[in-house]
């Protein structure tokens, strides 16, 4: 079974969890915890045994129905579950027709059996769709991601295939774990900007974008899986027409940086960015700098930077190798500063 932490994700905060788990703890005090860009959804997957409600937000398709399967509030019947998954594994591609999900993707980033399964099970989703309470519909999508991802023909996102001959079959639909956390847990798909000016908490984690690669294109099959609307797709990557396009990936991200950070209603700020400003890769250079996040976050209260060596997520090639990821930590309303 799939817990949250099995997929590969750009910026996932899943190794450095151990320290911002400490910082956290140590620095801060609340019964709320806000995870603004949450991603993956690790660091609030980790964080709910130390608050009491946790709020988490990201404006990709996918990540929501990922967030609503594990931690969501709707009830669910195992044996259902159980019984798609059966259904699901004991299918065979040769018996099943071409679909949109095999025409545009197999042989590219599955191999054509596997591509005709996936197209099938999200369809057999849909049709049954009526039959699901909504928290069974998003396990068994959530399942279906979880179990593309991991045997995608790629580096890890999807913003090009591996050219490699033939793509082996791998794929076999599993589940993941949904966890049972009552009402603990409020999830949003906004924009994260538009979403700080309606939520009140203790603490706030901002993990925004940190350069121009845009998630909503390097998820893209993820979020064509979700959202099922079969549309044409262009380009040798077969993506759609963007959606979700994030003001952080581009020039103004120290003004927008800047609003959210004025717009956030809470008592500690965590951000969480890397130092990969002068990276060689244009792509990979920081879109705000450590400066500007610092006088920034100054201008909101007493603001602590932590910093720790890690090698960041970049599909192969060693573009930079003095890699840092930075925490700062800020007391809302506390005056004066310490490095
Ligand atoms: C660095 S990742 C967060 C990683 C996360 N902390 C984790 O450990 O998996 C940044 C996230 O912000 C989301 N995002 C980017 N711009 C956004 C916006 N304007 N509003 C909401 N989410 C946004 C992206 O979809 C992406 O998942």
Same mark, same amino acid.
């Given at each position: 079974m799939f817990s949250i932490s099995n997929r590969r994700y750009t910026g996932s905060k899943y190794k450095l969890l151990d320290w911002i788990e400490e910082l956290i703890t140590e620095n801060c005090e609340g019964e709320t915890f806000f995870d603004v860009f949450a991603g @993956?959804? *690790? *660091?609030? %997957?980790?964080m709910k045994k130390h608050?009491? =409600?946790?709020?988490?937000n990201d404006f990709l398709y996918s990540n929501e129905?990922?967030?609503?399967?594990?931690?969501? @509030?709707?009830q $669910?019947?195992? %044996? @259902?579950?159980? !019984?798609h998954e059966q259904k699901y594994q004991s299918l065979h591609a040769k018996k099943l027709n071409k679909n949109y999900f095999s025409e545009n993707f197999g042989a590219k980033y599955f191999s054509e059996y596997d591509a005709k399964i996936i197209g099938y099970i999200r369809e057999d989703i849909k049709r049954n769709k009526k039959l699901l309470s909504d928290r069974e519909y998003f396990i068994l999508l959530a399942s279906l991601l979880y179990s593309m991802d991991k045997v995608a023909n790629t580096v890890g996102h999807y913003d090009a295939y591996r050219k490699i001959d033939s793509i082996n079959d791998r794929f076999k639909y599993?589940?993941?774990k949904p966890e049972n956390c009552g009402e603990k847990f409020e999830? $949003?798909?906004? %924009?994260?900007n538009t979403l700080a000016r309606k939520i009140h908490a203790d603490i706030a984690f901002v993990d925004p974008p940190y350069n121009s690669r845009q998630y909503s294109r390097f $998820? =893209? *099959?993820l979020e064509n899986v979700t959202l099922w609307k079969k549309p044409k797709l262009e380009g040798t990557a077969l993506k759609p027409k963007a959606e979700n396009m994030s003001d952080y990936c581009r020039k103004n991200a120290p003004e927008v940086f800047g609003d959210l950070i004025d717009n956030l209603d809470v008592k500690y700020i965590i951000v969480t960015y890397n130092n990969t400003f002068n990276?060689?890769?244009?792509?990979? !250079?920081n879109k705000i700098t450590l400066e500007e996040i610092k006088n920034i976050l100054s201008s909101k209260g007493e603001t602590m930077v932590y910093e720790k060596k890690h090698q960041c997520f970049n599909a192969g090639k060693t573009e930079f190798d003095d890699h840092k990821e930075l925490v700062f930590i800020t007391k809302v309303g506390v005056k004066g500063g310490k490095e």
């Open positions: @993956t959804g *690790v *660091v609030s %997957d980790r608050f009491s =409600h946790i709020i988490m129905i990922i967030y609503n399967a594990f931690f969501g @509030t709707g $669910y019947n195992p %044996d @259902t579950i159980k !019984q599993e589940l993941i999830i $949003y798909r906004e %924009d994260s $998820y =893209h *099959v990276s060689k890769s244009s792509s990979s !250079q």
